[in-house]
């Protein structure tokens, strides 16, 4: 079993746990999807497009929405009172534990949502894999439970995908730092790599395919 395979696993029984039918993983492409554009121009918005090369992903704002939520609010009739998340969540086999927000939009202008989603998101995933361990006797073999923080700083990192048209300037500087054998930060997620991550950085949807999703292994 893969670690991808284990963590997605424990996401499914904690949705069986609270009776929630739903289907907690999905494509990149589709958590990319920009979903206010496409209600506001009726085309499908997606900012990682279908036609690149594609991953498996887990789907967090499924699970924020349709299952923690009615775990721990089950009184909740309404979705904007889950917690934030990022789109996609993968675990390659080196074990290190990605997340993935698409934004598109300037980079100047997600700094709020982005902080909010990448400490309430780190937040219900520990929340779940402590509940599953001391109420069902089931755990992520090497996540540590005893220090969490400490996890996060040695495995987690957070990609932050940005419309390379909405970012026409800075996409320049993130292949220039590629070049440099560097990683673009706006000062929000260097911030985010300071106090919580292994790593965070940004990148256009290029080149998240050419130096992220080409290269995953589960």
């Excluded at 554009?37 to 918005?45: A, L, Q, S, V, Y």
């Excluded at 499924?62 to 775990?71: D, P, Q, S």
């Amino acid at each position: 079993m893969t670690n991808y395979e284990q963590i997605k696993g424990l996401f499914q029984k904690f949705a069986d746990k609270y009776k929630r039918q739903i289907c907690i993983e999905t494509e990149l492409s589709s958590a990319s999807e920009d979903k206010a554009e496409t209600k506001r121009t009726g085309d499908k918005k997606l900012v990682y497009e279908n036609n690149r090369q594609d991953l498996k992903i887990i789907d967090m704002y499924e699970i924020a929405h349709n299952v923690y939520r009615i775990a721990r609010f089950p009184d909740s009739v309404k979705e904007s009172e889950s917690l934030a998340s990022a789109d996609a969540f993968a675990i390659s086999s080196e074990d290190i534990w990605y997340f993935i927000e698409f934004k598109n939009q300037k980079i100047s202008k997600a700094k709020d949502s982005v902080t909010k989603k990448a400490f309430q998101n780190w937040y219900w995933i520990v929340d779940i894999l402590y509940e599953l361990k001391d109420k069902n006797n089931m755990q992520y073999n090497t996540f540590n439970y005893d220090n969490p923080i400490a996890f996060a700083k040695e495995n987690v990192v957070y990609i932050l995908v940005v419309s390379e048209e909405k970012n026409i300037v800075d996409a320049d500087k993130m292949r220039k730092c590629l070049l440099a054998g560097q990683k673009f930060q706006s000062d929000y997620m260097r911030k985010l790599e300071k106090y919580i991550f292994k790593e965070a950085y940004i990148y256009t949807p290029e080149l998240l395919e050419n130096n992220f999703v080409k290269h995953f292994k589960y």
